[in-house]
């Protein structure tokens, strides 16, 4: 597991094994299709779309699934479906605030799921607005190399903020100037370990190891929903407690 960053606790993840990779990439196509048709197709004039094929990308995900799902989401497939986005707010044990994204075709089922999973795992569903004030969408890169190259490329592509972390550097960007910044730090010769478009939490919660494992598993869960696209949690867990927890 890595969930835990020194300076913000952006979200959990988890690594995904073979067996997941087909809910994996349907989730991921899922965001895709949202995207085109929310923006268009033409990845160059819709970055979020370009985003989403990046992270379909990383995943390892074929070509041609990618191309199938822009197409249906610019209403070029025949099986194109008009996905609702739809954010759930929430508590896990701690007081820590979940903000979760969803992308559905059927409101009623998503919602019904999440609110059994949250409290099944010691979680609640509060209301509209109760812990979405607390997360500001941010694009977000983990960047390796040396300090110079790192904060000159970029703070010149126009970077809000770059800091040190375990990993190497974290790069803070406005959403859409995300694509632009990761393709400075690129040509800099970085290397990009992640990049994200994220939901980055203006305040963090301490949780102990019971508590820890607690908050993970509830994130687990709703991370396994189908309509589920991400999770984002102002955790803040030790990280010799994250390290004991991934053992």
Do not use: C
Request: charged share 25%; aromatic share 6%.
């Amino acid at each position: 597991m890595a969930g835990h960053s020194k300076w913000a606790n952006i979200k959990h993840r988890k690594g995904r094994q073979d067996a997941a990779r087909g809910k994996a990439f349907a989730k991921l196509a899922k965001g895709i299709e949202a995207a085109a048709r929310q923006g268009g197709g033409d990845v160059a004039m819709n970055p979020t779309l370009a985003t989403a094929i990046a992270k379909a990308k990383a995943a390892s995900m074929p070509n041609d699934n990618i191309d199938r799902a822009v197409k249906r989401g610019s209403g070029e497939g025949a099986d194109a479906v008009d996905f609702s986005e739809v954010w759930y707010e929430g508590y896990a044990p701690g007081g820590v605030a979940i903000y979760i994204h969803v992308l559905t075709d059927n409101r009623n089922r998503a919602t019904s799921d999440v609110r059994s999973t949250m409290t099944r795992n010691n979680g609640s569903l509060g209301e509209p607005g109760s812990v979405g004030y607390l997360f500001e969408q941010k694009g977000y890169i983990i960047a390796g190399g040396d300090e110079e190259s790192v904060m000159l490329g970029a703070l010149d592509a126009g970077a809000e903020d770059v800091r040190e972390a375990d990993e190497g550097f974290e790069v803070i960007t406005a959403p859409s100037d995300m694509p632009t910044v990761k393709e400075a730090l690129e040509q800099s010769g970085a290397t990009i370990e992640s990049a994200d478009v994220t939901q980055l939490p203006s305040t963090t919660v301490p949780v102990g190891k019971d508590t820890a494992r607690q908050v993970l598993r509830l994130i687990d869960a709703l991370e396994d929903l189908d309509d589920v696209q991400d999770v984002f949690a102002n955790f803040d867990i030790p990280d010799e407690v994250m390290a004991e927890l991934s053992e």
